[in-house]
């Protein structure tokens, strides 16, 4: 996007022509949210800071003096409130509240622009950068695109080109740093499975280097990677990320933008059409005319309270007696359900005590595998209310649990399988731990993985079966797992998986910070058993799914 080519249409804005001003902030809008989007990765803010910019573009477009400098100089405003909201937030750091995300601006660039392969992995990895790498990488992604100049990017950060290359250089070595890990974290690696038993899922710079440490020093972690393309090759060239359908903008404003547009010489008859009510236009990004900026935000769910359990264990037991009970796990697979084996999800999960530690599992019995197919790929993180996945395919699929009660303890609504076609097991349970466990030394005020009496708890509902880090299902046919986060704050990554995968992680020994080998729950019959909260229907609220395995 050159200013060159929008020489008249800045022109005509800045003498004051509705029409042209309509349409320079809607060309301009999704480089300024992609900068903005990128910087702060979707946190909430970003509607505010976008919409602030662009109000003081409108308000100050008179003062511009070289309509060819209107990239640059829209690039400096967006780059100054972005430092602004930082500095106003200096008490409450972004990776504090990221709890108040609308979306994740990493999974918005991989859904909207369907990125694959290395492109995603590139993506996913900004998650992992400080608040000033994102920044700079915000300026740098649209550099190695085409969108900027390495001159507009110093201009906006407000250093030399020479300086400029120096912390590109350093991004991009901390960036590559965090591909590694995105890596990593999708292999097998027992060692880092026992690394990443207390981490609550969240990327972050503490964890960054925690992870890089144990990657140099893991001969299975470093000998994994493969031929990896420089970022900036896979980024040159990738479309700008669009606006999303609900962020609605209208142009001018009463108050101050209404006496900035008298100072550019906007006729009162202008500025009259400029103050009547917006009517929102939200066909696929740009703005509405009229009125006041407006940005339209699906409603928040209220917190839950804060709740305590007055013992560790946070599996209460059920309140009524289920049809059929799992037997408690032994060394063995659990034994056939008693009931009739035409039947398929005849057999009820129900809260069971943990095996013993050091005490290896039963056979898991090996079901036909012709592979897993994801509509997030071959990791789909889950972090907030009705976020889903969709899985199709015959195989197995791992399920990584992470709850964070320290950010916000209470009830935790269990994630829902709805839309079953074919059948779906619950067969076996790893990650070298429950999430029960007791955490000797825990930092963060955990006494176990579900909270600990300085922070609250998750508490489980009544009857549901205790999770453990690593649950797995074996799917044959098509189904979808929907987040239905609402009180305890907590999050899971999918993974399309393997018996071999499940069968190696079960059968890890107990490592430094592990607690016990794993559960094999599969008897390799229909009556093996089926995931608690799962329905073949599509209930509009997926949350509403029933406490039952009946399919």
């Known amino acids: 996007m050159d200013s060159r080519q929008w020489r008249s249409t800045i022109a005509a804005a800045q003498a004051g022509d509705r029409h042209a001003l309509d349409e320079l902030v809607a060309g301009w809008l999704p480089l300024v949210y992609n900068i903005v989007g990128r910087a702060l990765n979707g946190h909430a803010d970003v509607d505010d800071v976008v919409q ?33 909201r930082a500095r106003r937030r200096t008490s409450e750091p972004l990776a504090q509240d990221a709890g108040d995300r609308d979306a994740d601006f990493a999974e918005l660039t991989v859904l909207r622009l369907q990125l694959e392969g290395q492109r995603r992995e590139v993506a996913e990895a900004v998650r992992w950068l400080d608040d000033e790498d994102r920044q700079l990488l915000s300026l740098w992604w649209l550099e190695v695109a085409g969108e900027l100049t390495r001159r507009e990017l110093a201009a906006a950060v407000g250093i030399s080109r020479q300086h400029a290359a ?8 901390r ?20 690394v990443t038993a207390r981490w609550d899922g969240r990327p972050g710079s503490v964890w960054r280097k925690r992870l890089a440490r144990h990657i140099r020093g893991c001969p299975v972690c470093a000998g994994a990677e493969k031929a990896v393309v420089p970022a900036e090759r896979l980024l040159a060239g990738i479309a700008l990320v669009p606006v999303p359908a609900g962020f609605a903008l209208s142009l001018a404003l009463g108050g101050k933008t209404s006496a900035a547009a008298v100072s550019v010489g906007w006729s009162a008859k202008v500025l009259g059409a400029l103050t009547k009510p917006a009517v929102v236009v939200t066909a696929g990004a740009t703005i509405a005319a009229g009125g006041a900026y407006v940005v339209t935000r699906p409603p928040q769910a209220p917190p839950a309270p804060r709740i305590a359990p007055t013992a560790a264990s ?50 898991l019995p ?65 990650g070298g731990r429950r999430m029960d466990d007791p955490l000797v030394g825990s930092p963060g005020g955990y006494a176990t993985g579900m909270g600990g009496p300085t922070i609250g708890y998750a508490v489980l509902p009544a009857g549901t079966q205790q999770m453990w880090q690593n649950e797995y299902f074996y799917l044959d046919g098509s189904v979808t797992l929907t987040l239905n986060e609402h009180g305890c704050d907590y999050g899971v990554t999918v993974f399309p998986s393997s018996w071999d995968a499940v069968n ?18 599969d008897n390799g019959k229909d009556t093996a058993p089926v995931p608690q909260y799962v329905t073949r229907a599509t209930p509009a609220d997926p949350a509403t799914v029933p406490q039952r395995s009946r399919v």
């Open 175 to 194: 960036l590559e740093v965090a591909r590694g890990i995105i890596r990593a974290l999708e292999g097998s690696c027992p060692e880092l499975a026992s």
């Open 504 to 521: 190696k992680d079960i059968r890890t020994g107990p490592a430094q910070g592990a607690i016990r080998y794993g559960m094999v729950r």
């Open 366 to 430: 090996h079901r036909p595998e012709s592979g897993i197919t994801s509509s997030g790929g071959p990791r789909t993180v889950m972090q907030h209310r009705g976020e889903s996945v969709t899985l199709k395919g015959q195989g197995y699929v791992l399920v990584r649990w992470y709850i964070a009660p320290a950010r916000r303890p209470g009830n935790l609504v269990m994630p829902a399988w709805t839309g079953l076609k074919g059948k779906l097991f619950h067969v076996a349970s790893g």
């Open 314 to 363: 946070t599996a209460r037991p059920p309140t009524h007696t289920p049809p059929s009970v799992l037997p408690s796990p032994s060394t063995v697979s659990p034994t056939p359900s008693t009931k009739t084996t035409d039947l398929y999800g005849t057999v009820v999960d129900a809260v069971d005590s943990a095996p013993a530690p050091d005490v290896p599992p039963g056979p």
């Open 52 to 84: 602030e910019t662009m109000l003081r573009a409108v308000g100050n477009i008179g003062a511009l003096r070289d309509p060819d400098s209107f990239r640059s100089w829209l690039v400096a405003i967006a780059m100054r409130q972005i430092r602004d």
């Open 166 to 173: 120096v912390r590109v250089q350093r991004m991009k070595a």
